[in-house]
């Protein structure tokens, strides 16, 4: 259920003309996994959530974010059950997915003000499962981004269509 990454070393390389050399910066993850079966209605629901610290030089600017966090949510409640096109048991499923994200956690030092570079987005579906290890999903995504001065989101939507083959 839980899966942290503590204390996780990454390495850069800098190089230039005369002189190559690795810097060591550090990365830490912490990230909680649920999920769930509600019994009554076989509903399924999975989620996730992650903090970021990243050890970001101090003469990088402010947008380079060294706090992020985020997740998401995605709840599949099952609406036919039974043998579709040959297939035994396929399942259509109905969906929806919440999503959040802030690549840069915190205030500006000269301001205070927040900064913000956030997402969110809403993806209600439809998904065809012709068995347990293949799906098929087609997405409504509404989604919202703030840039880093949080000026007015820009809103998107798009149809996604997406298969994915299970191991």
């Known amino acids: 259920m839980f899966q942290p990454l ?13 002189l190559c050399f690795t810097v060591f910066r550090q990365l830490n993850v912490f990230a909680i996994d649920f999920n769930t079966t509600l019994p009554e ?13 990243i050890d970001v030089p101090l003469t990088y ?6 706090k992020q966090q985020g997740g998401f949510a995605d709840f599949v409640q099952p ?21 959040y994200v802030d690549w840069n956690v915190g205030r500006f030092n000269e301001t205070d003000e927040n900064i913000g570079d ?10 065809f499962r012709p068995r347990p290890q293949t799906v098929l999903r087609a997405n409504y995504r509404i989604q919202s981004q703030k840039d880093l001065l949080v000026n007015p989101p820009s809103r998107t939507a ?8 299970f191991a």
């Open 6 to 18: 503590i204390n996780k070393v990454i390495a850069a390389l800098s190089c230039s003309s005369f």
């Open 41 to 53: 209605l076989n509903t399924f629901i999975t989620g996730e959530w992650a903090w970021i610290n």
């Open 61 to 66: 600017s402010q947008q380079i974010g060294s």
């Open 79 to 99: 609406i036919i059950k039974r043998n579709i096109l040959g297939w035994q048991n396929a399942t259509i499923n109905l969906a929806c997915r919440l999503e």
């Open 118 to 127: 956030e997402l969110w987005s809403i993806m209600p579906g439809l998904s």
């Open 158 to 165: 798009a149809i996604q269509f997406a298969t994915r083959p």
